[in-house]
C-alpha cells in the first residue's frame, strides 16, 4: 500500500501477522539533507513540501523479533535500536499451567496482543521463575503438580513480591474464589473461560496504580490489608466480600477523587461498555453501610449525576 505521509513523503507500508508483531513497521530515521524544493515559480501543493529532514522508513520486524538476541544480528543501527526500545516496553506475563494446551492457547493469544509470554508447568519452577525473573503480571493455575498454585501465590506475598496475579481454576465455587483471593490473589477466573476475557483481566491488574502493590493501603482512619485481605475503620473491623473489597480498594487509591459510575464498572467488574444497571449503586450502598457506621464522619459520598467520592477529610 503506498500513501502519502503528513510530511509530503510517499511511503510503501507493507503489513504481514506474525503472530504479534508485523512483517513490515514504518519507522523515523533522520536523513542527512532534507527534501529538495521544486523549482522557483512552480505551483507547490504544501502536502507534498517539507524541509523536515525527518523520512519513514520500511524496517523488517523479522530481524528485531528475537528482541533478547540482536547483538550481532547483521542488522540496522535502526532495527537494533527498535529492538532494544522493544525489550524494555513489553509487558512480560508468567504463566504458570500444567495443562500444556490450555499454555498454548493462552500465550498464543497474550502474544498476539503484544506480551512477552515465559511458561512454567509446575508450582516449584514456577515459583523460582517469579521469584528470579520478576514478571510485570502472573497467571496462576490452582492446582499444579509439585506446589499447588494458591501455595505460590502465598511464598510469594510472604517474600513481598507484589506482582499481581490472576488466578485460574475449575472450582468456582463462593468459598473457592474467597480462598483464592484471601491467600493473595488480585483476580480469579473459572474454568472455562474466553480468552478475550483473561486478556482483559490481565490489562485491568496491569492498569491498577503502583500503590496498590504496597502491603496496606491507608486513607484516613480505614486500612485495608492486601495480604490478609481485612479492612478496619479505626479499631473497628470491617466484614467485606470480595467484590466490596476490591470496590473499596480501587476507591482508596483514588481518595479525594470522582469516580463516574462507568469508571468502576470498568475497573472493578471489568466491563467494557456500559450496562443499564444499578450494579454500582447497589453495591456502594451495602459499602457505605459498612465503611460508615453509626455515629462515623461519612466518608463516602454520592455525587448526584456524576459519581462517588471517598473522602478523607470533611
Wanted: net charge neutral; no cysteine; charged share 30%.
Amino acid at each position: 500500500m503506498v500513501q502519502l505521509n503528513d510530511q509530503g513523503y510517499f511511503v510503501e507500508e507493507r503489513r504481514h501477522r506474525a503472530r504479534s508483531l508485523r512483517r513490515w513497521v514504518v519507522v523515523a530515521e533522520r536523513t542527512a539533507t532534507p527534501r529538495p524544493l521544486p523549482p522557483e515559480g512552480e505551483r507547490r501543493r504544501p502536502a507534498l513540501i517539507s524541509r523536515n529532514p525527518w523520512q519513514l522508513k520500511v524496517v523488517d520486524m523479522t530481524v528485531v523479533s528475537g528482541k533478547r538476541a540482536v547483538t550481532g544480528a547483521g542488522t540496522s543501527g535502526l532495527a537494533n535500536d527498535f529492538a532494544v526500545a522493544g525489550n524494555q516496553l513489553m509487558t512480560k506475563v508468567l504463566l504458570i499451567e500444567d495443562d500444556s494446551e490450555t499454555a498454548e492457547e493462552i500465550t498464543a493469544e497474550l502474544v498476539d496482543r503484544g506480551f512477552e509470554v515465559e511458561w512454567s508447568a509446575n508450582g516449584i519452577e514456577g515459583l523460582t521463575k517469579a521469584r528470579s525473573s520478576r514478571p510485570d503480571a502472573m497467571i496462576v493455575d490452582r492446582l499444579l503438580p509439585g506446589m499447588d498454585g494458591l501455595t505460590v501465590v502465598e511464598a510469594l506475598r510472604k517474600d513481598q513480591v507484589r506482582t499481581p496475579v490472576l488466578v485460574l481454576s475449575a472450582l468456582g465455587a463462593v468459598d473457592d474464589r474467597v480462598r483464592g483471593l484471601r491467600m493473595g490473589g488480585d483476580d480469579y477466573l473459572t474454568k472455562p473461560f474466553a480468552l478475550v476475557e483473561l486478556v482483559a483481566r490481565v490489562e485491568a491488574l496491569l492498569r491498577r496504580p503502583a500503590e496498590s502493590r504496597e502491603t496496606t493501603l491507608r486513607a484516613g482512619p480505614l486500612e485495608l490489608d492486601l495480604i490478609e485481605r481485612t479492612a478496619k475503620r479505626g479499631d473497628r473491623v470491617i466484614d467485606l466480600l470480595p467484590r466490596e473489597f476490591r470496590l473499596l480498594e480501587y476507591m482508596m487509591q483514588r481518595s479525594d477523587q470522582l469516580l463516574t459510575r462507568a469508571m468502576l464498572l470498568e475497573e472493578v467488574w471489568n466491563y467494557k461498555f456500559v450496562p443499564a444497571t444499578n450494579l454500582v449503586d447497589v453495591h456502594m450502598g451495602r459499602l457505605r453501610h459498612k465503611v460508615d457506621g453509626p455515629g462515623d464522619v461519612p466518608m463516602i459520598h454520592n455525587v448526584r449525576g456524576a459519581g462517588f467520592i471517598l473522602r478523607t477529610r470533611p
